[in-house]
């Protein structure tokens, strides 16, 4: 696994080396020691050991050291976590629950009220969050509130209400 976290130019200067590019064709197809990757390449050992450190750090190269030999190999988890890092989602990593809100919920906002209704508990239970448990709110400052994420105050406050999320009493709300 890499010794740091690369951005993508640094991965790219690692990358756009032709020897470099040449030691790591060959660690992909075996492990090799430095003397037989010297003398596959034409480098100078110096130059092999430059370039191992670059891919390690890069994540792309592992050292397999025994007590007489120190090989180098092609990381394959290192790329895995390359791949992951750069190329997935950032949904992925999510929960199911997770992902539902963020389909719903950009920015603070509610971008949709969900029709199905375990979608639209998640997003209720997300939206009673913005209010206070120990206060009591009268019905224009629940509007305001409401207002701050979706402009339709009117369904979201009875549905806070009908979901037993919010109770209310003559004109004043409190959560549940």
Do not use: C
Not at 58 to 71: H, K, M, P
Not at 101 to 118: E, Y
Request: zero cysteines; proline letters at 3%.
């Amino acid at each position: 696994m890499a010794d740091r976290t690369l951005n993508g130019t640094d991965l790219l200067r690692v990358l756009l080396d032709e020897e470099r590019l040449r030691v790591l064709g060959l660690l992909s197809l075996a492990p090799r020691s430095v003397t037989e990757l010297a003398e596959a390449t034409g480098m100078r050992t110096g130059d092999v050991r430059h370039h191992l450190r670059s891919l390690r750090r890069a994540g792309l190269v592992v050292n397999e050291s025994t007590d007489q030999n120190s090989r180098y190999s092609f990381d394959v988890e290192g790329i895995q976590a390359l791949k992951r890092a750069f190329f997935s989602s950032p949904t992925e990593a999510l929960s199911d629950d997770e992902k539902t809100l963020h389909a719903f919920v950009r920015d603070g906002k509610l971008i949709a009220i969900p029709v199905k209704a375990a979608k639209l508990q998640l997003v209720l239970a997300w939206l009673v969050e913005l209010f206070d448990p120990e206060r009591r709110y009268p019905e224009a400052e629940v509007n305001a509130v409401i207002n701050q994420v979706h402009e339709d105050h009117a369904t979201l406050r009875r549905l806070l209400v009908d979901y037993r999320l919010m109770e209310r009493a003559g004109g004043v709300y409190w959560r549940v």
